[in-house]
């Protein structure tokens, strides 16, 4: 017998459930879009039932009905519910230097009106907080000719320092690391260490806050550490909102686990009551742990949440919710054998159901019963007619290729539950999602690979699903530029501005006001593709992206939203005397690489090669378009000095990065640009450089 791929005919079988939510759609009628089952949370009556449901998943076993072994133990009790001691989209932003005088600065570029995202450059308007080989750097910036570096705040090289939030006279990193501090603190506090948990399969996050009362020699408030890995954080007023992705690889049962947190290094437990998990479909052991707590009052609860979901990748988060999505994966032989029964056997001929039903008594594994029944139905797929093949297909990637989302609200640091559901296809980014009026509206490209690996030829599709707040579909828009996937997302109050690309760049605008019925109202198609798209008023919309090896932005006018233009675009060309490198910007996956100030006509972005990026800085204007005002090079023997060897060496593939620009900023009439070695200072109008400050 000729030995078949277990994996490719895994897919064709995990593809074939959809059977059971179009019936017989698939043999006589167009596709219909069904939706998978939906579970509600559950809680565990003990952290033993805990440790049994992720040790049946990490060992790569499956979940009865109710995910848990039928084992009686005692509740372990805990009493940690709260423990103690817990803008515009320009980024504009105004504060009072020491005169009280108002200040005007730009902040970090957000997709969210009033929710903050955390980067490795903030500044107050004052001062600069930057983030530079695991230290942060404080900058008195404000007024330039004084500006210098007044404080530096180092952290052990075993930690990774990632991003930070300033709120008022206070600062917040966020720093991975595999100290595991939890789990020795927890094996010293155990009566029985053998009873601890040897969890290495992620890091630890660690939460700095440090009071800034004394910007000369800030002094450390409070230490949170929680278990994973950093994922997203925002800051809403003055509420601090953590994600963590925790792994649970090689849990046994041997060991009980007991999610935990160090707060100023005193152990806390996470109680039952605050852990849940979803139950079937989603077989994963993996925990999405979300903290919060109040940046104003270093005194006041910490709330954690625990929640046994997907490897939740990409998280969107709105004034009022988070949204944890991921892609769907699963099946197994008990879904299969139940899917099998009511609605594909009914289906298919009467010698296939009776092979079929036999693979039952075999005495197998049920990885290889589900092999057996895939090979019994390869032989029927392949005497389907290519109507019918493409009919299984379309159902097939449209319930295969789903995103999975989580809906959990959150309101002045509490956090609750509220609901999960899903759409078919994958997310590219955040902005693939938002949130409005009471509805998430989301964009997914349906790839379709699943389909053509076995049934037919399938070409891509791209789509806009609207859904209410049980995250229910209620509307939607489907099967756009065919062959081509989703580069760029943007929503503006009802509507979308999306971005497709394979061989040109369809640019759509789509009415979301009828969040039942939304409809393409105009499409534009011209070389290139945007991979990030920024409101520059209510009717034009800046996107950066590339025109084959070269950076392109383009100023799109969408006055009239049935006949979309290209206003004015330009092109970064790359160095002709070595044209095989692509040019490149941070900003083409990085918003806070952008910098836009309609106010002020600027737009400032990092362009460059793999070596090294300068700050290219544009006046943008309806009546002017986009034209280069200079670009900002950031090199060491820009003030006369001589150039030392390392870490200053400049090459295709150089082994620092430390010149090229990863931040710029404005305050008031001068231009910030932050590389790890220097922050620059120009002149916003002339470009006439002010004053350097080296950080290395």
């Not at 084992?71 to 009072?96: H, R, T, V, W, Y």
């Not at 929503?491 to 394979?502: A, E, G, H, N, R």
């Not at 520059?536 to 090896?549: A, F, K, N, S, V």
């Not at 620092?656 to 590389?675: A, K």
Request: proline share 4%; with cysteine.
């Amino acid at each position: 017998m000729m030995i078949k791929n277990t994996r490719t005919y895994g897919l064709l079988i995990a593809g074939l459930i959809v059977a059971g939510t179009f019936g017989y759609a698939f043999l006589s009628q167009p596709s219909v879009i069904g939706g998978i089952a939906t579970f509600d949370m559950k809680q565990f009556s003990s952290y033993d039932e805990l440790t049994s449901y992720v040790a049946l998943g990490t060992s790569g076993g499956y979940y009865s009905s109710t995910g848990l072994r039928n084992e009686e133990s005692a509740m372990i009790d805990s009493s940690f519910n709260a423990l103690p001691g817990a803008q515009d989209l320009s980024g504009d932003g105004k504060s009072q230097d020491s005169g009280g005088t108002s200040v005007d600065y730009s902040q970090t570029n957000i997709q969210v009106a009033g929710v903050d995202e955390p980067d490795v450059v903030k500044t107050d308007g004052t001062y600069l907080y930057i983030i530079v080989n695991n230290e942060i750097i404080i900058v008195a910036a404000y007024p330039t000719e004084n500006a210098t570096i007044i404080a530096r705040i180092n952290f052990d090289a075993n930690m990774s320092l990632n991003t930070l939030f300033i709120y008022e006279n206070r600062l917040i990193a966020f720093v991975n690391s595999y100290n595991y501090d939890i789990v020795r603190t927890s094996a010293i506090l155990e009566d029985d260490v053998g009873k601890s948990i040897p969890w290495y399969s992620s890091p630890d996050t660690y939460i700095y806050i440090y009071d800034l009362s004394n910007i000369d020699s800030p002094s450390k408030e409070k230490e949170i550490v929680i278990g994973g890995s950093f994922t997203s954080a925002r800051m809403i007023n003055s509420y601090v909102y953590l994600i963590t992705t925790q792994y649970t690889y090689g849990i046994n049962e041997d060991q009980q686990i007991v999610p935990r947190l160090l707060v100023n290094e005193e152990i806390k437990d996470i109680p039952l009551t605050d852990i849940y998990y979803v139950d079937i479909p989603e077989k994963s052991s993996t925990f999405t742990n979300i903290i919060s707590f109040d940046a104003s009052d270093p005194s006041a609860d910490i709330l954690a949440e625990v929640y046994l979901l997907g490897n939740g990748n990409i998280i969107y988060v709105s004034q009022n919710n988070i949204y944890v999505t991921y892609p769907l994966g699963w099946y197994d032989y008990t879904q299969l054998e139940t899917i099998m029964k009511d609605f594909i056997m009914p289906l298919i001929p009467d010698s296939y159901t009776t092979e079929l039903g036999l693979v039952e008594q075999l005495s197998l594994e049920d990885y290889q019963k589900s092999t057996v029944t895939e090979w019994i139905l390869q032989t029927y797929v392949t005497n389907l007619n290519d109507l019918q093949k493409q009919q299984l297909a379309t159902a097939m990637v449209e319930q295969m290729e789903r995103t999975i989302i989580h809906r959990i609200s959150i309101n002045n640091g509490d956090i609750t539950y509220e609901s999960q559901g899903s759409v078919p296809g994958s997310i590219n980014n955040q902005f693939s999602l938002s949130e409005h009026n009471g509805y998430l509206r989301v964009a997914t490209t349906i790839n379709g690979w699943i389909a053509r690996s076995y049934l037919t030829d399938y070409e891509s599709t791209n789509n806009i699903y609207v859904l209410d707040m049980a995250l229910d579909i209620v509307g939607q828009v489907t099967g756009l530029a065919e062959g081509e996937q989703i580069y760029a997302t943007r929503y503006v109050d009802d509507l979308c501005y999306l971005v497709t690309f394979k061989q040109i760049d369809p640019f759509f605008v789509i009415d979301l006001s009828q969040p039942t019925n939304p409809e393409v109202l105009g499409e534009l198609k011209i070389p290139g593709f945007s991979t990030y798209l920024h409101p520059y008023d209510d009717t034009h919309i800046i996107g950066i992206g590339r025109d084959e090896q070269e950076v392109k932005i383009t100023l799109f006018d969408v006055t009239d939203l049935q006949n979309p233009q290209e206003l004015d675009t330009y092109i970064i060309e790359n160095d002709k005397n070595q044209e095989w490198i692509w040019t490149q910007s941070t900003a083409l996956y990085d918003h806070k690489a952008f910098l836009f100030s309609k106010e002020k006509n600027l737009l400032v972005i990092p362009v460059g090669t793999y070596a090294i990026e300068s700050a290219y800085v544009f006046d943008i204007s309806i009546e002017d378009g986009i034209n280069l005002k200079g670009t900002v090079t950031h090199d060491y023997t820009s003030n006369g000095d001589e150039q030392p060897d390392e870490p200053w060496k400049s090459s295709i593939y150089p082994s620092d990065y430390g010149n090229s620009i990863q931040r710029s900023l404005y305050i008031e009439d001068v231009l910030y640009t932050i590389s790890n070695n220097m922050v620059k200072m120009n002149n916003l109008n002339t470009l006439t450089e002010l004053n350097e400050i080296l950080l290395i």
